[in-house]
């Protein structure tokens, strides 16, 4: 979960290796595009130089700085000594357990069974490398290429009787996206302790019934998180998709039709629409009913908002997930169904708490007794645990001693007291001032007081 290495700050998602002579103008044009439209970071090497005895330099750091690679194996793709020399700096790259890349071969018009075996055209390439090239090499591209012919991936026959290739291209994105996403959750400190309601909100989605899921808890609890934990992995089933952030603060700040207008834009796929009237119009409405959309109102305050973003004209099948701190506007939303957000059950939280305190998975050793204290005082909540973690971060046993002494001052510490300042711009300060900001406040009277 916490990794100084994690695949999610990769510089490139996706690695395409192909044959430019064969799939160049076609098949992997499209690919390529497909990959892009989703927001993925693809290196494409445009030019597909012969780079002579060694595997060059640019192409060689692209592949270690991706997490995942696409090779799209065609009838001359063995030929290219640069397509091996990538082929077999992939494979290097897979064997190595600490690196967990991910390969995909695509078989374009060849039989797998060809490639595991180095047999057809392959057979001839590979006659012709060992004429002109030194052995060694031959050898371990010959390995890289009966390896990857053994995985598991998508042939393309071509026939008459096979699929569209848009068909083959949708399927490889959404299986990109999937383990993409799914390597990310693996190793981020994000998603400690967030598979169990994953798991029940990913069942609701199935249901048909249901449209409106509504995600409520108080602030710092989790609820943008799950959303988003949840969108990454159904959303390449949608045609349209879209993760609204911050509606109320973005509403208060630029108004309704600004907010609503660049939803529309996204879903609508249409580069500045403009409505400044209170309803949408029949004409976007039309157009909105024929759309089975994936959105998330992320922080709705109101449930007028809901109705004000058009949700009501969504497509069949259609999924609208809203978080809130308010239960009565999500129920006044008429959401379908209302899932409180959980706090981290005591292990999950001590965990998370961790990773920001220790970027590792468990208490330092001298330091658990410490540790717990502070996830009993975070009762839970995951921005806390962040928080609070993060102030302690390389701090000595003498400085945690101190901050547990602070927090003695409150004989029944309120997790409000930590997420106070969580209303305005969080993200920026939290890191920094966080606690300092949430230490200055107590309760006196049934009056929340700020001591300066």
Not at 256 to 264: A, I, P, Q, W
Request: charge should be positive; charged fraction near 30%; hydrophobic fraction near 35%.
């Amino acid at each position: 979960m916490a990794s100084s290495s994690s695949s999610c700050s990769m510089k490139h998602q996706v690695f395409l290796s192909f044959r430019g002579e064969d799939t160049r103008f076609n098949f992997t044009a499209h690919l390529l595009k497909a990959l892009k439209d989703t927001g993925l970071n693809v290196f494409f090497d445009e030019e597909k130089l012969e780079k002579g005895e060694q595997l060059s330099h640019v192409l060689s750091q692209a592949i270690a700085s991706s997490n995942l690679s696409i090779l799209v194996l065609s009838k001359d793709y063995a030929s290219s000594k640069s397509c091996l020399a990538e082929l077999s700096d992939i494979m290097d790259r897979k064997r190595n357990p600490t690196d967990k890349h991910i390969v995909l071969p695509i078989f374009y018009h060849v039989d797998p069974s060809d490639v595991r075996n180095i047999g057809g055209t392959f057979k001839t390439s590979f006659q012709e490398h060992e004429s002109k090239r030194p052995i060694e090499d031959v050898k371990r591209w010959k390995a890289g290429f009966a390896e990857i012919g053994a995985l598991k991936g998508w042939h393309i026959e071509g026939g008459k009787f096979d699929r569209s290739e848009t068909e083959y291209i949708k399927d490889v994105v959404e299986y990109v996206l999937k383990k993409l996403n799914s390597n990310c959750r693996s190793v981020s400190e994000e998603f400690v302790g967030i598979d169990d309601q994953k798991g029940k909100l990913l069942a609701l989605i199935e249901q048909a019934d249901i449209r409106v899921i509504g995600l409520w808890g108080m602030g710092g609890i989790g609820k943008t998180t799950l959303a988003d934990v949840v969108y990454k992995e159904v959303s390449p089933k949608f045609e349209c998709r879209w993760f609204l952030q911050n509606v109320s603060e973005k509403i208060k700040k630029k108004g309704n039709e600004f907010v609503r207008n660049e939803l529309l834009s996204k879903l609508l796929n249409e580069q500045e629409i403009r409505i400044d009237t209170p309803s949408i119009g029949h004409l976007y409405q039309d157009r909105l009913n024929n759309k089975k959309v994936l959105v998330v109102l992320d922080d709705v305050s109101n449930p007028d908002q809901l109705d004000f973003m058009g949700v009501k004209h969504f497509g069949s099948g259609s999924k609208v997930i809203v978080t809130s701190r308010d239960k009565q506007a999500l129920k006044n939303g008429r959401a379908n169904h209302i899932h409180e957000v959980e706090k981290l059950k005591k292990n999950y939280s001590l965990q998370l708490f961790s990773t920001f305190a220790f970027k590792l998975l468990n208490p330092k050793i001298g330091f658990r007794d410490l540790s717990c204290k502070f996830v009993e005082y975070a009762q839970g909540s995951p921005l806390a645990l962040k928080v609070l973690g993060s102030k302690l971060y390389t701090k000595s046993r003498k400085e945690w001693e101190s901050e547990v002494d602070n927090l003695k001052q409150y004989a029944e510490p309120e997790i409000s007291q930590i997420l106070k300042s969580s209303l305005d711009g969080l993200r920026e300060l939290e890191m920094n001032i966080f606690l300092d900001i949430a230490c200055f406040f107590k309760r006196e009277n049934g009056i929340l007081l700020k001591k300066f």
